[in-house]
Structure formats: C-alpha cells, structure tokens
C-alpha cells in the first residue's frame, strides 16, 4: 500500500506551505505529494490568503522535489483548454523528470465558476467535453514526434498540431479519473485512467465502485492492470486528547470522522487501510486538512507508513 498526500490549499495555503508539507511529505518517505485544483474555499474558512494555481504550484514543486510523485485530484475540465493543459502538464512532466501524475475529471463546484468567470455547462455537456479533452490530451502526449494530431469533436477541434513538447514519461503521465458515478465514470475509466480513484465513500461503497470499473474493463476488452486507489480525511491521534484536538483544529466531529475517514490511533488506521487493500486499493490518499501540523504528518510517518 503506498500513501499519498493529499492537499486542498483552496482552503486557505501559500505556496510557501504548501511547499513545507511537499518537503517533510518527501523527507517523511511518502509516496507522493498532490493537491485539487479549486479556485474558492469551501465552508466556514477563511481562505486566505486566496487560491493557488494548481500546475503552476506543481511546476515550482518539481524543482524543489526529487523523488515523490506530484499530481492533481482532480483537475478540471472545465478550467483549461485541452491543448493549453496538455503542454502546461506535459511541461510539469519534463520538469520533474517524469514524476507527474494526471488526475481529471469534470468540475463540480458551480460557485468558483461563477466567482472567477468560468462557465459552467450542464453536467452532461462537462461529461462530454472531458471525453474529448481526453482523448486529445492522450492523443497529443502520444503522437510520434515528426507526425502531427488532428481531432474533430463536438466542442474541440485541433489540426496539423505538432503535438510538442513531448511529457518526459513515456506516452505522457498517468491518468486518474475518480469519482461515485455508476455509468459514465467507469467507462471512461475503462478507456482512458491507468487509476480509479474513489474520494471520501465508505468501505462498502468503495467496494462497489471497485466493482463496477473492473466490469466496465471486462466489457470493454482492456487488458492493461488497472491501479484501485481511494481518498480519506486523515486524523491521527496517539491517544483521545490528541486526537480530538486535532479533529477540532478542521472543525470535524472525531465519532463522525472515524465513521466516514481515516481517524483513529496510528493501530486503528492501519487496520482500516489494511481493509482498503482487501478490496483492492494498492494507494490511499490521506487528505491532510490542517496543513501547518507537520507533526501529525510526522506521526502518519513513524507510526502507519512504517507499519505497512
């Protein structure tokens, strides 16, 4: 099992600390370092000191890094422009030697669209638009070089594109697609991800997620392996005090936490990520909500990474 840190600095972060968890998340022996991508807080925060571009952040990160991967969960399509966003993470890409991985997925959060001028289409045309975005995407990261990429779609059309600059992995970073969704989701995880994310579901419902990906792969003949990650609000604690301190530091119930996240003592969540990889999880993603506490990332380190 590989754990990953997950931020959301929409929240209220600097680069400045986002970059000290991206060093003790590396120096802790982490897997990876990621962040969403939001433009507007969410809740009773207060944001400050306002949101951070998420491939902007990851370009700076990809030079002060050396070894973990960086990544977004979730981009979204309704942001960027697909050739725009492919050569901005392909960029990424090359400035971390290949340590980039693409999380995407269709944009949700109206109120940020609306903050900062974005549209924000039907659900069903943002479905759309992030099949085409991934096909070009893919398709510009995997064209030969000396050969050039052309796609004509209901939203996007892209001709003669020489399909530079190449990512520094080879046929572009891995791509995650996430979310609950039974019928599209899966099949376009099927087609396009090389992982399923499930964020924030408990066991049961990340089983049947699990489920349903593996069943739209067989019906669609893939034979390439699938990663199965989830996402969990992280809280850990060595004893009730601390643990309760910590859930009141990002305003949660610690009962409701340890009920829908990944609460507890460090033995309490080994277990509970010992009951994600029986489903088939092989990554979890611990969100960490309070991010100046770098010695709960400490204590994630020395008490549950080092156990698994």
């Given at each position: ?76 399509a309704t942001f960027r422009l697909p050739g725009p966003l492919a050569i901005a993470v392909a960029q990424v890409d090359r400035m971390s030697a290949g340590r980039v991985d693409f999380g995407v997925g269709t944009g949700w959060f109206e109120e940020e669209h609306t903050a900062y001028g974005i549209p924000f289409p039907s ?186």
């Open positions: 099992m590989r754990l990953r840190i997950f931020t959301e600095p929409q929240q209220g972060a600097s680069y400045e600390t986002l970059l000290s968890v991206a060093k003790a998340t590396e120096d802790l022996g982490f897997d990876a370092f990621f962040r969403s991508d939001h433009y507007l807080k969410m809740g009773d925060v207060s944001g400050d000191p306002g949101p951070t571009d998420a491939w902007i952040t990851l370009a700076a990160l990809a030079r002060e890094t050396s070894r973990i991967r960086l990544g977004t969960l979730m981009t979204a659900l069903n045309e943002r479905f759309e638009r992030l099949e085409e975005q991934l096909e070009i995407i893919t398709g510009l990261w995997r064209t030969p070089r000396e050969a050039t990429y052309d796609f004509e779609g209901k939203y996007y059309r892209v001709a003669d594109s020489p399909a530079l600059p190449k990512p520094a992995q080879d046929g572009g970073p891995p791509v995650v697609i996430g979310g609950f969704g039974a019928k599209r989701t899966p099949r376009l995880a099927a087609r396009y991800a090389d992982e399923y994310n499930l964020p924030f579901h408990k066991l049961g419902d990340t089983e049947l997620a699990f489920e349903r990906v593996r069943k739209a792969c067989e019906e669609a003949g893939r034979t390439k392996p699938m990663v199965y990650s989830a996402a969990q609000v992280v809280c850990c604690g060595r004893d009730e005090a601390e643990l309760k301190r910590r859930a009141d530091a990002i305003g949660r119930d610690l009962t409701e936490l340890r009920e829908n996240g990944l609460a507890g003592t460090p033995a309490e969540l080994v277990d509970k990520i010992g009951k994600f990889g029986e489903l088939g999880a092989e990554c979890l993603y611990l969100q960490v909500l309070d991010l100046h506490d770098l010695n709960h990332l400490e204590l994630l380190a020395f008490e549950v990474l080092n156990r698994l």
